[in-house]
């Protein structure tokens, strides 16, 4: 009776190592037959052939930019397959561009890439290169024909948001006299000069910078606008007034003859 349940154990037991074997030859084949599928898909997808790019969708509203620049660099992902193209090694590419802020790529399904761009907005030409945009940031651009229609911020470099911050101010108060500026500079001894559009130049100094030019603004209409014309510099490096520097013109004895108002 024991030999033959001794029998039978060992019979199942030779099933129960058959089927381990067939389960594992199966599952390796799957595993090949999975890895080989994901080669062929991976070829498939690397082959440009294999549903390629075909279009290249720019969106944002431009002034600036350089289109041939951007075209140039745009016109190589076409020869890439949807899944293969590099989205952030474009990103950075087009990031490159003057006159480029910011930039955002992605895929469109089935053959199109789109290309998301919001361009620099100038506030102001910055020393002799480049501007300072609308948050006080420096960027370098090729200049353009424009360039007379924004001021300029002169000052030591890292000073483009501080100095961007205080021009807004300043403009905002000189345009209540119907002014701007057109440059705007502080040398490296702190000094501030003011450059308006119409020609007049005021000396501001390093101290009392704010309270000086509210003098300046005070006097501007009673004083300074009826003599405009003659008037060179306005000098309001001074505790309880301001000096002026007559045109030419308007001083032939002597064009470098300084008057104080006292006010």
Not at 34 to 61: S, W
Not at 96 to 103: E, K, L, N, S
Not at 214 to 227: D, E, G, M
């Amino acid at each position: 009776m024991s030999k033959r349940i001794n029998k039978n154990r060992r019979k199942e037991e030779l099933r129960q190592g058959r089927r381990k074997v067939i389960r594992m030859f199966v599952a390796v084949l799957l595993f090949i037959a999975v890895g080989a599928l994901g080669v062929v898909g991976y070829l498939k997808m690397a082959d440009t052939d294999y549903l390629p790019i075909r279009f290249v969708k720019v969106n944002g509203d431009f002034k600036y930019l350089n289109a041939g620049e951007l075209k140039k660099i745009l016109n190589k992902e076409l020869n890439k397959s949807f899944f293969n193209v590099d989205i952030d090694e474009i990103q950075m590419s087009v990031k490159q561009v003057p006159w480029v802020d910011q930039v955002v790529v992605h895929r469109s399904w089935p053959d199109t890439l789109v290309i998301n761009i919001v361009e620099q907005r100038p506030l102001a030409r910055w020393n002799d290169s480049g501007y300072v945009n609308l948050r006080g940031e420096w960027f370098l651009a090729e200049q353009k024909k424009t360039n007379g229609q924004w001021p300029v911020l002169e000052g030591p470099k890292g000073s483009e948001y501080f100095l961007s911050k205080e021009y807004l101010q300043v403009s905002n108060q000189l345009k209540k006299l119907g002014l701007s500026v057109k440059k705007l500079t502080v040398n490296h001894r702190r000094s501030w000069k003011l450059n308006l559009d119409n020609g007049l130049n005021i000396e501001l100094g390093r101290m009392q910078v704010k309270l000086r030019l509210q003098r300046f603004l005070n006097v501007y209409r009673k004083v300074i606008a009826k003599q405009l014309q003659k008037i060179e510099r306005v000098d309001m490096r001074y505790t309880n007034g301001f000096a002026v520097k007559w045109k030419a013109e308007s001083d032939k004895s002597d064009n470098k003859k300084e008057v104080r108002n006292n006010v």
